[in-house]
């Protein structure tokens, strides 16, 4: 067996690379933009790329190259199952309402007339958010239906930018107040004021339509449950002063298995019976104590969990150690590949 990666310094193939070498497992690096990557993986069983939202060349081919391999026969990461979702708030929204999952409530309009209607008749404030977006990106806090009809106007007119740039800088500030940037970082975020980044330029506007959700006040954390195969494991982000959004927050995280409500861990794999993602993430929030759902991807920063003192097992039974997530994606290939092995013999 031959394993096929993509390789981008600083993802998930570092990892992988390393404990291909490790292992002594047969792999080889693919560049997943040539070409010929069709070619390049046929001599291979799996083939594996830690695709980013923030990064074009990603967002433009990574999702139609490993669903044709799939199509193929190729065991890949992330598969259909567990990335045709990834970075698209809406459509999340639609899978999760139509299994019954508990969503916070979501609400997408594709007509002017209809979103503006629906602003004059809800109460707010409001969340609203771009489809795409990862760590609290193009999303706001909406308080006034004014300010909501503004942002209607704006989705159906010109659109919305790529990359928002008051806001990125404003989070660039916050950070070098708390001490968690240094003055080189703030004056970029001040130059980024004046020019846009390369992804944003590429990126056509989003417009056409508006989504919003629900607002839950006075939460001071969300949970962030992450799924490999069989086991879970999470943890808490606190917000940041001020504000009310967690993701991308950079403050502090607890590991403590007992911030973890049995009912996430529950609704969980409930979730991924129905799903069946190989690698699964979910951002939950409490409304009126009860756990729902914000939204789902399927990556991480690679160091996100290292800290994580533990996970559950299928059984949900606590087992306590230290533990790679990537390594766990890597073997669930493998035995993905041996079980088709053994059913073709």
Known sequence: MKIAIHHREGSFSDRWITYCEKQGINYKIVNAFDSNIIQQVGDCDAFMWHHHHGQFKDVLTAKHILFALEHAGVKV?????TGWHFDDKVAQKYLLEAIGAPLVPSYVFY????????VNKTSFPKVF??????????VKLIKTKQEARSLIE?????????FDRLTAFRERLRRFKEGKANFVDLLKGFMRLFITTKFAKQQPPEKGYVYFQDFSPNLDSDIRIQMIGGRIFGLKRFVRDGDFRASGSGNFIEF????????????????????QSSCLTIDFIYINEIPHIVELSYGFPVKFYDNCLGYWDNELNWQEGKFEPQEWMLNDILHKLKINRKNII
Request: a positive charge; aromatic letters at 10%; hydrophobic letters at 35%.
């Open 77 to 81: 990461f992330p598969d259909f199952n």
């Open 111 to 118: 007509d002017k007339q209809e979103a503006i209607d629906w």
């Open 129 to 138: 958010k771009l489809k795409g977006g990862a760590g609290s990106a193009n």
């Open 154 to 162: 704006q989705a159906f007119g010109k659109g919305f930018s790529q």
């Open 256 to 275: 403590n298995p007992e911030n973890i409500d049995i009912r996430i861990l529950k609704i969980a794999q409930r979730l991924n019976e129905k799903i």
